[in-house]
C-alpha cells in the first residue's frame, strides 16, 4: 500500500487538498489506521495554534496616547534644567573656522544633492539586448549586443527582401545556376 | 631570444587557428530525409562552405548544392528545407524554400543552400548543420512533410500566386499576341525595378518604443477586396518616429467556412505620400480558429524600423489588406490580379515569385523562351 506523504495528510487535516487530491485521501483513509493517526495528530495540532493566535485585545491608540505625552513631558523637564547660553558659546565658529565649516555643509549638500540627482531611465533592456534582424540592400544582418553579423549576402542580382512581423525576413531571388526562385527565411529566433 | 621566437610562433598557430576552415564533407552537414520521403537524396557538394570562429560562436558559411530525386508519382512543385545549426539563439536557424517548381516524377531537381549560420563553440558532438525536409509541395496541392515552419501554407500560397500569374500572362499571350506579352513583361520588370523599397530592422517582442520621439497610436486605413473571406474592422499600432510597434488588427470571418488562419500585408507611408510594402502580419495565435461570422485579433508583439540607407523615414500613415487566408479544411486564399490592380498594389508589392521566375526567363533567353516555358503548364 502507498501512504500519502506527510504533506498531503496536512494539507487534508487543514482542508486545503483539491477535491480529487481529497477524494483519494479518504479513500485511503478509510483503510489506513497510521494515516488516520497521522491526520488526527495534524488536527489537534491545528487547535492548539489556533488557541494561541487568541491574544488579549491590545488597546493601541490609548498606549500611542500615553508614549506621546511621555515624550513632551521629558522635552519639557529638559528645558527647564538646561542653563541658560550665550552667543560667547559660538565665538570659536567666527572667522576663517566659521567659513570652512559653512563651506563643509555645503560641499556635503553638493555631493548629496549630486549623488541623489534624478538619473535619467536607463534605455530599456530590450532596446539594448534584443536581437535585431535587418534587411539592407547588402542582404540580411544580425544585431546583438553591438555586434552586427552579415547573415545573407545573395551574389544574384535582384534580390527581394520581405519583413514578416512575427519575426523573419525572407530574401528572395533567381538563382542563377539552377534557374529556380530560391526563398531564404532567417528567423531572430 | 628563445622567449621572442616562443611569442612568434604562439601568434602565428593564433592566426593560423582563427582562420576559416573548410566543411568537412562526412560530418559536417547532416541531411535527413525521412525513410518515407517522396525525395532522396543523390548528391551533396558542400562547394566553398567553411567555418571560421568568431569569439564563443563559429561562423558557418554554407555553400551546399544538393541534387534531390523525386521518387514520387506526382510533379513537385515546391520544397522547404529547415536548415539547423541550434536552435535556441538568433543566427542559428533559417529554411529554404524553392517554390514554382515543376520537377516529374523521376527526375532529378538542384536546391541550392547558401546561408550564413551562427552556432556555440562549446557544443556537443555531432554535425556541425542539420538540413531537414519540412515540407514538399505536389502538382494537386497535396502536401509531405512535418511542417514545422508551416510550409504547406506557404508553399500553397506560393503555387496559388504561381497559377493565377502564369495565368495572367497566357491570357494576354492568347489576347495580344507576343507583342502583348512583351509589353506585360516589360511593365512587371519595370514595377519591380521602381518600386520603393525600405531598409526594415524587426525586433520581437520588443515592449518599449526606443525613439526619442514621443510615440501615438495610429489606425489602420484598409484595403478591402471584394472576394476576400475575412473583413479588417479596425486596426492599429504604435508608431514613433520611424519605428512601428505592436500591430493589432481586428478581423471578421465572412465566409461560411472556418478559418484558421489570416495574414495582414502591412503598408507604411511616409510624410512624402510615398507608400512602402513594410512587413506581413500573421495572427499571432497558432491555434486560430474563426468560425463564419466571428471576429478575431490579428497582431503581434513585434517592432518595426524603417529607412533607406542612413536615412530614417518618418511614418505619415499605416495601411492593411488581407494578403492570405487559410481554411480550417487547409484550402488557401489569396487576392486576386484584378484586386490588386484595383487597389494600385502592383507597384507596391513585391512581384510573386512565378512572376519574377518568369520575367526572368524573358530577360535572360528572350520572349520565345517565356512563351516555350508557359506552355509548359
Redesign the interface.
Known sequence: MTHPGQTILALYAGEDLGWFRRLRTERHLASCSACRAEVATFSAAREELAGMSDLPAIPWSRLAAEMKANIRLGLAAGECVRPPQSLAAFAWLSGGRGFAAFASVAALLVAGLYLQRPAPPP??L??RQ????????NGIE?N?GG?T???????AG?V??????????RA?Y??S????????????? | MCSKLAILIAAVAAALSAQETPLDPHNSVQINLPPDAPLTLVSENLGESHVSP??SAV?LDLDV?LTLHNSSPNRVRGVTLLVTAQEV???G?????????DVAPGLN????I?????RPSQMGAGPLVRVNLDGVLFQDLSFYGPNR?DSRRSMTAWELEAQRDRKYFKSILASRGIEGLKQAVLESLNR?AERP?L??????????A?SALPEHSAQFAFLRFPDSPVDPLEGYAQISGNEARE?RIEVQNRSPKPVRYVEIG?IVKDSQGRQY??????N?DAELFLPPGRTGKVL?D?S?RFSRGSDKISIAGITGFVSQVEFADGKVWIPNRESLANAQLLGIL??S??E??LT??YRKKGPKALVDELAKF
Not at chain 1, 534584443?130 to 540592400?137: E, Q
Not at chain 1, 553579423?149 to 551574389?155: D, E, P
Not at chain 2, 510594402?277 to 500573421?282: D, E
Open positions: 534605455a530599456p530590450a532596446a534584443d536581437a535585431v534582424l535587418r534587411a539592407t540592400a544580425l546583438q555586434q553579423l552579415s547573415l545573407l549576402h545573395v551574389r535582384d527581394t527582401y520581405s519583413a514578416g512581423a512575427q519575426g523573419s525576413i528572395r533567381v538563382d545556376d539552377t534557374g529556380n526562385v530560391t526563398i531564404n527565411n532567417v528567423y531572430v529566433q | 568568431r569569439g561562423v548544392a539563439t538568433p543566427g536557424k533559417a529554411s529554404v524554400a524553392v517554390p514554382s517548381l531537381f538542384p536546391v541550392r547558401n546561408l550564413r549560420l551562427l515552419l519591380q523599397r531598409d526594415v530592422q524587426v525586433i520581437r517582442g520588443h515592449a518599449v526606443s500591430p502591412w510594402m513594410a512587413a506581413s502580419v500573421p499571432a503581434q513585434t518595426l513585391a512581384p515569385p512565378e519574377q521566375r526572368d526567363v
